[in-house]
């Protein structure tokens, strides 16, 4: 039977202690402010990027790990006496992080090494790494950890309510006068992974209605189902994601645990501070 190790990138927004208890290698996404770059989980979290982003009044910009940062973790995962390496990277549609591990994987011809384009991000991605590693534990063989994998992937929602467009504004995303038209409106998008990206799918009035509506797209996302796994997503707002936990209990057949994750830095400077999200696995 093969030892398979399992590694992802920290797009998949997994809490450290969750990676730690499962063995899963999170590589780095690099953050840029001008010359001085930061990795993600390892020199910045959500709470201190927006610290610096709102005194300093500018946005990083954020970066694939290089294939080095790959070929180190593929390394260190067979130096632990693994025979396989499987890793689960962020969209290809958002990043070029599946590339860098393919380059990564090609350097270590001599190696196992399968490459997933998740074609997800946040805990979507992390979700499919988790049940991977939690395959590879029960010692599954790489064909059945990957049709674990994908029928997560088939499985998963996740959406998403944003506090404010002034980030986006600051990205040029959206223009500073529609951001002050929104913010006067107090309107709140809602996003959703569409394709392998993270798109505005409504733009929704008022915070309570906007998470109100999060819930009711959750609700007919899973349409009667059981729900398997489930996690809250947020940036730099552990408040309101306690509070939004207490609305989907109310609301929903929710399991007994519920992560709290951060979005991580590598997204959620695309996303700004104050968002608060679901993701769901259903059965």
Request: proline share 4%; aromatic share 4%; with cysteine.
């Amino acid at each position: 039977m093969s030892k398979i190790a399992i590694i992802t990138d920290t797009d998949a927004s997994l809490p450290n202690a969750i990676a730690a208890k499962y063995n899963i290698q999170q590589v780095p996404i690099t953050v840029h402010f001008g010359d001085e770059v930061l990795e993600t989980g390892v020199d910045i979290d959500d709470a201190a990027l927006f610290a610096r982003i709102d005194k300093e009044g500018r946005l990083p910009t954020t970066a694939a790990p290089a294939p080095g940062k790959f070929i180190t973790a593929y390394e260190k995962a067979f130096a632990q006496g693994v025979d396989e390496v499987i890793c689960f990277a962020v969209s290809s549609e958002i990043s070029a992080t599946y590339s860098a591990a393919v380059t990564a994987a090609d350097a270590l011809p001599d190696r196992k090494i399968t490459v997933v384009d998740t074609r997800s991000l946040s805990i979507g991605q992390g979700f499919q790494a988790l049940a991977a590693a939690e395959a590879a534990q029960a010692g599954k063989s790489q064909a059945e950890i990957l049709a674990v994998a994908q029928d997560v992937l088939a499985h998963s929602h996740f959406y998403a309510a944003l506090a404010t467009l002034k980030y986006l504004a600051m990205s040029g995303r959206v223009g500073q006068l529609a951001a002050g038209m929104a913010g006067m409106l107090n309107i709140k998008p809602i996003l959703s992974i569409q394709d392998g990206k993270l798109d505005m799918l409504e733009k929704v009035r008022t915070k309570k209605k906007a998470w109100g509506r999060t819930v009711e797209l959750v609700a007919q996302a899973i349409d009667g189902k059981p729900i398997e796994r489930m996690a809250i997503a947020h940036v730099a707002a552990p408040e309101a994601a306690a509070e939004f936990e207490t609305l989907l209990r109310i609301a929903l057949p929710c399991p007994d645990e519920i992560l709290t994750v951060e979005l991580s830095a590598g997204l959620s400077v695309h996303s700004g501070a104050g968002l608060v999200g679901v993701g769901v696995v259903t059965g």
